[in-house]
């Protein structure tokens, strides 16, 4: 399977899974996951507030982007999220996505020194549609991984071409 196939494949399966998730009724809950990232707790707090840093986390399946007046947009499977991002002691809230309860936290970031000083443990909390926890689980753990490798080696994985230096078929 050639990469612009897998890739057509991962994002189309991304929308999807996205879509289920943003067109649910029924309630809400929150996933969570949790990884340690190898950077301080402000250099993670501080990238969550970089609207390229939050593009980044959910690419290939949407997009972030923050207006002027500190809007930030979340695209996902045609439908845009509006939040508002609260920076707190150690957290970085961004909450607002609800007409019915517009205080409700949409994407939560909690970052706190981790044991042994190996960096920071970082919490990411998506609140998703009730009975979609396993999609909302994963979708919260790529957010998440993603946030690591950018952090930690200044890129994304990608199954997009990436650069090489040989000529010629491989």
Known sequence: MDTT???DLARRAA????RTLL?????STTEQQ???IARTVEDVLRACLD????DTMVSPAGSVHRSPAGVYAWTVADTTIETQAQVEPNRVVFSGGSAQNPDEPVVT???WPAPQGLGAEVVLRLTVPAGTGEVGGGLAFTMLYRLRALLQTGEAPTLGK?????????
């Open 5 to 7: 196939r897998a890739q």
């Open 15 to 18: 929308s999807a899974a996205t």
């Open 23 to 27: 067109h649910r009724d029924g309630g």
């Open 34 to 36: 949790t990884l340690t």
């Open 51 to 54: 609207p390229d840093v939050l």
């Open 109 to 111: 970031v909690e970052a």
């Open 162 to 170: 990436v650069p090489s230096g040989r000529d010629g078929k491989r």
